[in-house]
């Protein structure tokens, strides 16, 4: 098993866009390996860290990491979409900062067990957290043609959905699909020869599966939405993005919460009382120097915004 390494992507970025006041009170919603945690959690003086993950193994590593600063750390072993009733649990208001660093960690990918990375071979899980009774193996051996091929096109942006599809289905009617290099063979066996010059072809197959397994997109809007809710005026929500329809999600909710006033213009007076509830901020990416040490973080984007 890897250790629970992660490198922390846009790390200086984050900490910048959350402006950290060191008597505040800041939630963490995606733990993975403590990066940006430690760093928060060092520029706190009387102020709390909440660290929420999925993972087990990623709490109790971070636990270790973080061992200097568990006075001033609350662990949570949940998912970031409750986070609402994760803070009203603790007996918390409301908070100055919230980040989210989405998507699979490299401890994941890196770990084989986990079935997350297409480089290694392994049993198909995915899960993010497993003690969910959903898997991998099961979405690949037991989803109707038509689901598979509608995952893979809208979760994985595939091209090849259609074909991978019908591969899948085929090759599962001789016997169960296992293993992570058995679905790389037929996706490979599924496309045009083409596409294996490309990037690896099994690429966006794996995302869109593991996307369904974690259901990181159907809860994605609603818990950007809670996040902004849970800060107090003057704070920030900070959150790094590592595709577009992650990114699509975050904006689209930023960009409701800078509407104001929906009245038509014919009316004389506001009588809808919408007001804008956040300042977005412009859109930052990783910079050569990070490129250059972590290439996972070629597609990261962080959006940030402050609380009216």
Not at 99 to 114: F, K, M, N
Not at 137 to 151: D, G, K, T
Not at 245 to 254: H, I, M, S, Y
Request: aromatic share 8%; net charge negative.
């Amino acid at each position: 098993m890897s250790e629970f390494n992660h490198y922390s992507v846009l790390l200086e970025e984050t900490l910048d866009a959350l402006a950290i006041d060191p008597t505040g009170t800041y939630v963490d919603c995606t733990l993975g390996g403590g990066g940006h945690s430690l760093e928060i959690v060092k520029r706190l003086t009387t102020g709390r860290l909440i660290c929420i993950d999925r993972d087990t193994d990623a709490i109790e590593a971070s636990k270790k990491r973080l061992e200097p600063y568990l006075d001033k750390i609350t662990f949570v072993h949940d998912n970031y979409k409750n986070i609402k009733q994760i803070l009203s649990s603790l007996g918390i208001v409301s908070v100055e900062g919230v980040t989210a660093d989405l998507g699979v960690s490299s401890y994941q990918l890196d770990t084989a067990e986990r079935g997350f990375s297409f480089h290694h071979n392994a049993f198909l899980d995915m899960r993010m957290n497993r003690e969910d009774s959903l898997d991998a193996e099961q979405v690949v051996n037991e989803y109707p043609e038509s689901e598979l091929r509608r995952i893979l096109f809208d979760w994985g942006e595939e091209k090849w959905a259609a074909r991978i599809a019908k591969g899948i289905v085929q090759a599962r009617e001789t016997k169960r699909i296992t293993t992570t290099f058995e679905l790389v063979d037929i996706i490979k066996a599924s496309v045009p020869s083409s596409y294996l010059k490309e990037k690896h072809p099994a690429r966006r197959t794996f995302q869109a599966i593991r996307i369904e397994v974690n259901d990181e997109i159907g809860a994605l809007r609603d818990a950007v939405s809670d996040m902004v809710d849970c800060v107090s005026e003057g704070g920030r929500v900070a959150i790094i993005t590592f595709h577009s329809l992650e990114d699509r999600a975050v904006k689209e909710v930023f960009a409701e919460r800078t509407k104001g006033c929906t009245c038509p213009p014919s009316f004389p007076v506001c009588v809808c009382g919408f007001k804008p509830t956040l300042k977005v901020f412009k859109a930052l990416t990783a910079g050569k120097r990070e490129l250059d040490e972590n290439n996972r973080s070629r597609s990261a984007r962080l959006r940030f915004a402050e609380k009216l």
